[in-house]
């Protein structure tokens, strides 16, 4: 059973930065990070394949602010989100193991975590 927990998520104004974490035992999975802003479907941010290499996957309003990364000894996904902006605000999702289709921002996750909060005010 995959389990997936993330952390890091909190209140930040408009140009800070957050570094969330997703720890769980899903070595050797493609992996993802999604977010859902209220009334608004949940949305692919970033993605990184089950080896880990480049290039990775962004959302192009994420492109040069946010970075993914991933620690295999620690088990841990990681987003890194530098200038954050109000819309980035919505709960943050970690998912793992890709389950088809072309575009690795798509849904097409077996695992979720339960997400974390991230709220940008200006």
């Known amino acids: 059973q995959v389990q997936l927990r993330e952390s890091g998520g909190g209140s930040v104004q408009a140009g800070g930065s957050l570094r969330l974490s997703c720890a769980g035992n899903a070595g050797g999975m493609s992996m993802a990070w999604f977010r859902q802003a209220p009334g608004k479907e949940r949305e692919g941010v970033a993605a990184?394949?089950?080896?880990?290499?480049?290039?990775?996957t962004y959302a192009d309003s994420v492109k040069g602010r946010f970075t993914i990364s991933r620690d295999s000894a620690k088990d841990t996904l990681y987003l890194q989100m530098n200038s954050l902006q109000p819309d980035d605000t919505g709960t943050y999702y970690c998912?793992?193991?890709?389950?088809?289709?072309?575009?690795?921002?798509?849904?097409?996750?077996?695992?979720w975590g339960r997400g974390t909060q991230v709220n940008v005010s200006s």
């Open positions: 998912a793992a193991h890709f389950t088809g289709g072309v575009n690795r921002l798509s849904p097409n996750y077996r695992h």
């Open positions: 990184i394949d089950a080896a880990s290499s480049s290039p990775y």
